[in-house]
């Protein structure tokens, strides 16, 4: 996705509600910097409900992150406003990208158009420079080399996220963004999914953030753990995992949770 008139950094000062006050600030940048001192939304009976307050921290260039948070604390809201998709907020945003980021985002809903093959689904995406781009090697990555021309109809939830998946990182995004991308699908489906996102990642790494619930979820993807409070939410602290991932075996895998676990005792996360 590639935002109209989007920077790689910019920022929000307006009222609430005034997005005609919000400016943008030009500037190259390799990191993600999320400083977002406030954002509410108005409630129907007129109040307002304060969703994140002095929420602050940054992604590392190439970094893959995770954010984990309880329910309702405002993780969708914080990527809509990295989007773009939101501007009223009190605060800044920097993304990565030279001038303007091109930014790949994933979905809990596949959101392919219908009358579309998922080949036609990822070649829109694309920008110009690289439109004729042979999509071979993503395809086959993910194992949708034989699916290229099916329709969505045809697709199972888990082949539908793939071709989101596909789609996302055919753009070469300078950030990919992922809502919860392996949600309602079976253990092994989304562990099959998981294995397949680390792969095309890896092979073209990219500034990478996700939201989750699930905490080896996290574990086994992230380089670091954004872990946020409640609402008013802001960061509660960060789990960074400095082990290359083909270290990362079960019990690896069990000891990092351990850790995580003594570090942010009281954090309900799943599993
Ligand atoms: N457009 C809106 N208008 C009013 N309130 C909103 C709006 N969008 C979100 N909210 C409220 O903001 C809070 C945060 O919502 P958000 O969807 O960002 O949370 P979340 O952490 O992604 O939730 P979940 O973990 O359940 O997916 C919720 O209380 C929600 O009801």
Same mark, same amino acid.
């Given at each position: 996705? $590639?935002?109209?008139?989007? &920077?790689? !950094?910019?920022?929000?000062?307006?009222?609430?509600?005034?997005?005609?006050?919000?400016?943008?600030?030009?500037?190259?940048?390799? &990191?993600?910097?999320?400083?977002?001192?406030?954002?509410?939304?108005?409630?129907?009976?007129?109040?307002?409900?304060?969703?994140?307050?002095?929420?602050?921290?940054?992604? /590392?260039?190439?970094? +893959?992150? !995770?954010?984990?948070?309880?329910?309702? !604390?405002?993780?969708?809201?914080?990527?809509?406003? #990295?989007?773009?998709?939101?501007?009223?907020? $009190?605060?800044? *945003?920097?993304?990565? /990208?030279?001038?303007?980021?091109?930014? /790949?985002?994933? +979905?809990?809903?596949?959101?392919?158009?219908?009358?579309?093959?998922?080949?036609?689904? *990822? @070649?829109?995406?694309?920008?110009?420079?690289?439109?004729?781009?042979?999509?071979?090697?993503?395809?086959?990555?993910?194992?949708?080399?034989?699916? &290229?021309?099916?329709?969505?109809?045809?697709?199972?939830?888990?082949?539908?996220?793939?071709?989101?998946?596909?789609?996302?990182?055919?753009?070469?995004?300078?950030?990919? #963004?992922?809502?919860?991308? +392996? *949600?309602?699908?079976?253990?092994?489906?989304?562990?099959?999914?998981?294995?397949?996102? #680390?792969?095309?990642?890896?092979?073209?790494?990219?500034?990478?953030?996700?939201?989750?619930?699930?905490?080896?979820?996290?574990?086994?993807?992230?380089?670091?753990?954004? *872990?946020?409070?409640?609402?008013?939410?802001?960061? #509660?602290?960060?789990?960074?995992?400095?082990?290359?991932?083909?270290?990362?075996?079960?019990?690896?895998?069990?000891?990092?949770?351990?850790? +995580? @676990?003594?570090?942010?005792?009281?954090?309900?996360?799943?599993?």
């Amino acid at each position: 996705m $590639r935002l109209p008139s989007s &920077r790689s !950094c910019f920022s929000s000062n307006s009222s609430w509600y005034n997005p005609l006050n919000a400016h943008q600030l030009a500037g190259a940048a390799a &990191r993600l910097k999320v400083n977002i001192e406030e954002k509410s939304f108005r409630t129907s009976d007129g109040g307002t409900i304060e969703v994140l307050r002095d929420l602050n921290f940054e992604v /590392g260039e190439n970094e +893959f992150a !995770c954010v984990l948070g309880p329910s309702g !604390c405002g993780k969708t809201t914080m990527l809509r406003i #990295l989007l773009g998709l939101d501007r009223e907020f $009190r605060g800044s *945003v920097q993304l990565p /990208g030279k001038v303007e980021a091109r930014m /790949g985002a994933v +979905f809990q809903e596949p959101l392919l158009l219908p009358w579309r093959t998922v080949e036609q689904n *990822v @070649r829109l995406a694309l920008p110009t420079h690289l439109r004729d781009t042979s999509l071979d090697q993503l395809f086959a990555s993910l194992g949708l080399a034989k699916m &290229r021309g099916f329709y969505p109809s045809e697709l199972s939830l888990g082949l539908a996220r793939r071709a989101a998946i596909a789609r996302a990182l055919a753009i070469e995004p300078d950030i990919l #963004l992922l809502d919860e991308p +392996f *949600v309602s699908l079976d253990a092994s489906t989304a562990q099959q999914l998981r294995h397949l996102l #680390l792969g095309v990642w890896s092979d073209r790494p990219t500034t990478a953030l996700m939201v989750t619930h699930n905490l080896q979820e996290a574990i086994m993807l992230s380089d670091r753990i954004v *872990v946020l409070s409640d609402r008013p939410t802001h960061v #509660l602290g960060t789990f960074d995992i400095r082990l290359p991932r083909n270290y990362r075996n079960e019990q690896v895998n069990a000891d990092l949770l351990r850790a +995580f @676990r003594e570090k942010f005792a009281g954090i309900r996360t799943e599993p």
